[in-house]
């Protein structure tokens, strides 16, 4: 009498069941969780895009008091129609090479709203160096750009 050892086919079959389900589960979990964050990060981006669809700044003013430690100040206008509009950053850029940020940001504010942004250490001897300013919001390419000859000068 000839004896074997093994996994009876019933066995066999419940463990191949159990297998596939266990690995099937997995996949779906993985899948679900991937793909509800890629949802998420597409409907944020989609948010912001909609949100800054109707921003606009507009430098309206450009103040420079001259000096090896002047200081500018710039006048922004809101002239879109979002609300919570951030500034996020502004620059001052002389002919030399040389940048001044702003001190007074990040800056929010409304639709029709006016502020002003001021910079500190601004290296100008004269009128002359002054190249330009850079002004740019949380909504990439919203910004706005002067090269004006600035009040005072």
Same mark, same amino acid.
């Given at each position: 009498?000839?004896?074997?050892?093994?996994?009876?086919?019933?066995?066999?079959?419940?463990?191949?069941?159990?297998?596939?389900?266990?690995?099937?589960?997995?996949?779906?979990?993985?899948?679900?969780?991937?793909? +509800?964050?890629?949802?998420?990060?597409?409907?944020?981006?989609?948010?912001?895009?909609?949100?800054?669809?109707?921003?606009?700044?507009?430098?309206?003013?450009?103040?420079?008091?001259?000096?090896?430690?002047?200081?500018?100040?710039?006048?922004?206008?809101?002239?879109?129609?979002?609300?919570?509009?951030?500034?996020?950053?502004? $620059?001052? /850029?002389?002919? +030399?090479?040389?940048?001044?940020?702003?001190?007074?940001?990040?800056?929010?504010?409304?639709?029709?709203?006016?502020?002003?942004?001021? /910079?500190?250490?601004?290296?100008?001897? $004269?009128?002359?160096?002054?190249?330009?300013? /850079?002004?740019?919001? $949380?909504?990439?390419?919203?910004?706005?750009?002067?090269?004006?000859?600035?009040?005072?000068?």
């Amino acid at each position: 009498m000839r004896s074997e050892k093994g996994v009876s086919p019933l066995i066999a079959a419940v463990l191949l069941i159990v297998i596939s389900v266990t690995i099937a589960g997995l996949v779906f979990s993985w899948l679900n969780q991937f793909t +509800t964050g890629a949802q998420r990060k597409v409907e944020n981006r989609t948010g912001e895009a909609v949100n800054c669809a109707g921003a606009s700044i507009r430098i309206k003013e450009v103040y420079l008091q001259n000096g090896s430690n002047g200081t500018a100040r710039v006048v922004v206008e809101n002239s879109g129609y979002v609300n919570n509009l951030t500034i996020a950053g502004a $620059q001052v /850029f002389n002919k +030399t090479g040389h940048n001044f940020s702003a001190n007074n940001t990040p800056l929010t504010f409304n639709r029709g709203e006016i502020v002003t942004l001021l /910079f500190t250490g601004v290296s100008a001897q $004269q009128c002359a160096n002054y190249s330009k300013i /850079f002004v740019a919001t $949380q909504c990439g390419g919203i910004n706005d750009e002067s090269e004006e000859t600035p009040i005072g000068c």
